[in-house]
């Protein structure tokens, strides 16, 4: 694999994660920016472990469960928050501001 | 106590112990729940049982500081140094304060699920991870411990539309700001081929850093920055300790922050000396925006609780102000000062927590009228905070104040000092409305009468205010005892 294109390609990703969480406003749609995010880390990651040995694609592998973690916590917040207003879109849910 | 041999397991085990006490511990609450979690006798021995696993870490900590624990001189993923036990001190601490004051709490809201304590005793652990962090890996393993049991907690009443929506918030922010965390890790690593703070900071040596490590030093800032709440990256934080149940605010507010303000102090200081042209003009800027912007914020607050969590916006920009200077004073007055707004502000969201119903959302000052009177002791234990929380002479606060303010002038800084203590004065404008509210004002006809503090939190409260006043007269020993847990991170940064 190509270290250049690899990472170039990852931060296409990572940028594409961040442009969608600052402009979609739907909780689960943020939420898979999000994830898109950590995956171009981890593309990121595996490029490099090439050059710099096993340390890289041992950190993809933590990446990977805390993911998994934040997803069953996260869902689970959604669903919470669906319950109370039955919308998951973050312009619904403004109960706390000023 | 000789040199910990970290390459044995016997050895990993002994230099994490105060770690591992604490997990083994939430475990163990968690098995007792499997049987007892129905009523609120059961929740209550969750919370006595998770007391005595915060007991037991603090002991283990204890042991391994007075018995100077080091290790043999190989790079660890997680420090053995004054400056983590200090950190582990703090949180050991506000844990124990958020269950004591969480018994009651939790009853009188009749907030269902004894998980609530393995929840709060597995984020300070990872906290305890975040401050001790010696690798980039466990930064972001510590951070990521810390933070999903923080989000559940944020959302932990789950009647409350309000805590929902805080939990939505801090989840949606918590993991947007890992992401950022994370990138910056892989470059940092994709530059020094290692993860190790000691051994990156030795590779980037005193020239300027390769374009790449700029830019994960850059992204590894945002991610910290939003984790402990500096402007501009603060709007999640007011909303989230707003909605947040206010047991649950405090450690937030406290060891949340005072966990991420140490590992940053650490990685800048061990890793990234040599590029301090590139942070400082960063970090001061910032310093500057959230004093301005959390002072004047709070001010314009109604409810007690929102002030407090502006306020708390305001802290970290003193924090930062602090982390800026980079110098050994400048890490040694960022652990006085945490250490003073950790006390004083555990204590702030504990009485709020005592004071106030049904979420305390909408307790304002009015509603504390007449409070000098009814319940003095009460009144007086919130004065005290109050006057810590501004950086009244006499008390804890003004002394991590001072510390700070003495910090920047060394470093030859004169801006943000000056920003500082005008901040300060703006923060009278909020804090002493509440005093003369409690102590000049009559009570309200027909209001109801002022709830007592539960037994447990009156004596956590009345142990921090006593220790807010004693550190506050007496600081000799503290002062000098930070500047030395603070030299150990000098040691063996790259210079």
Redesign the interface.
């Known amino acids: 694999m190509l270290l250049g294109p690899a ?1 170039a390609f990852s931060a296409l990703l ?1 940028s594409i ?2 442009l969608g ?1 600052l402009i979609r406003r739907n ?1 689960i749609v ?2 898979m920016c ?1 994830e898109l ?2 995956n ?2 981890n593309l ?2 595996i490029a ?1 472990a090439q ?3 096993v ?2 694609q ?2 993809v592998f ?2 990977m469960a ?1 993911a998994a ?2 997803a069953a ?2 869902l ?3 669903l ?2 669906f ?3 039955t919308s998951v879109d973050l312009k619904t ?1 403004t ?4 | 106590m000789n040199p910990i041999d970290t390459t044995t397991p016997a050895g990993v085990v002994l230099a994490l112990l105060p770690e591992v006490v604490l997990s083994l511990a939430a475990l163990g609450v968690l098995v007792v729940n499997a049987w007892r979690h129905e009523t609120a006798e059961d929740s209550r021995l969750a919370g006595w049982l998770s007391l005595g696993g915060v007991g037991a870490a603090m002991v283990a900590l204890l042991w391994l500081w007075g018995g100077g624990a080091s290790s043999s001189g190989i790079p660890q993923m997680v420090a053995l140094d004054g400056y983590r036990f200090f950190g582990d001190f703090v949180f050991l601490l506000a844990a124990a304060a958020t269950i004591v004051f969480s018994l009651d709490y939790l009853e009188r809201e009749g907030i269902r699920g004894p998980e609530y304590y393995t929840l709060i005793l597995l984020a300070t652990v990872g906290m305890m991870l975040l401050a001790g962090a010696n690798d980039l890996i466990m930064v972001f393993l510590g951070l990521e411990v810390m933070s999903v049991a923080a989000y559940v907690l944020a959302a932990y009443d789950r009647r409350s539309p309000y805590s929902a929506e805080a939990g939505l918030k801090y989840f949606l922010i918590g993991a947007f700001a890992s992401g950022f965390l994370l990138y910056g890790i892989a470059l940092v690593y994709g530059v020094t081929g290692t993860t190790n703070l000691v051994m990156a900071g030795a590779f980037f040596g005193p020239g300027s850093l390769p374009v790449m490590a700029s830019l994960g030093l850059s992204l590894l800032l945002i991610g910290f920055l939003f984790k402990v709440s500096v402007v501009p990256f603060h709007m999640w934080a007011p909303d989230v300790y707003d909605g947040a149940p206010t047991p649950v605010t405090g450690p937030m507010a406290t060891g949340i922050k005072a966990a991420g303000f140490l590992a940053l102090t650490r990685m800048l200081i061990v890793t990234f000396p040599a590029a301090s042209p590139l942070w400082q003009p960063v970090l001061g800027i910032l310093a500057i925006a959230t004093m301005v912007a959390g002072n004047l914020m709070a001010l314009s607050q109604r409810t007690v609780k929102r002030m407090l969590a502006y306020s708390s916006v305001a802290h970290a920009g003193y924090l930062l102000a602090a982390v800026w200077t980079g110098t050994l004073i400048g890490a040694a007055s960022v652990l006085v000062y945490l250490l003073a707004y950790a006390l004083t502000s555990l204590a702030a969201f504990g009485l709020l927590a005592a004071l106030g119903r049904g979420g305390e959302r909408d307790l304002t000052a009015d509603d504390l009228a007449g409070l000098a009177k009814a319940r003095p002791w009460t009144a007086a234990a919130f004065a005290i905070v109050l006057l810590s929380l501004l950086g009244f002479p006499g008390t804890f606060g003004f002394i991590g104040k001072w510390m700070i303010l003495t910090s920047l002038v060394v470093a030859g800084q004169w801006l943000i000092p000056v920003v500082l203590v005008l901040a300060s004065a703006v923060s009278a404008g909020y804090y002493l409305p509440v005093i003369m509210a409690m102590y000049m004002k009559p009570a309200r006809e027909g209001a109801p009468d002022a709830p007592r503090v539960p037994r447990g939190a009156a004596v956590a409260i009345g142990a921090i205010v006593a220790a807010i006043l004693v550190l506050g007269v007496w600081p000799p020993p503290l002062l000098s005892g930070t500047m030395e847990i603070a030299s150990s991170l000098f040691e063996r940064a790259f210079q």
């Open positions: 990472l990572f994660g961040v969480v909780a943020l939420f999000i995010m950590l171009a880390v990121t990651f490099l050059y710099h040995g340390g890289g041992l950190m933590f990446v805390v973690a934040e916590v996260g689970a917040i959604i919470a928050v319950r109370h207003t849910n109960l706390l501001q000023g």
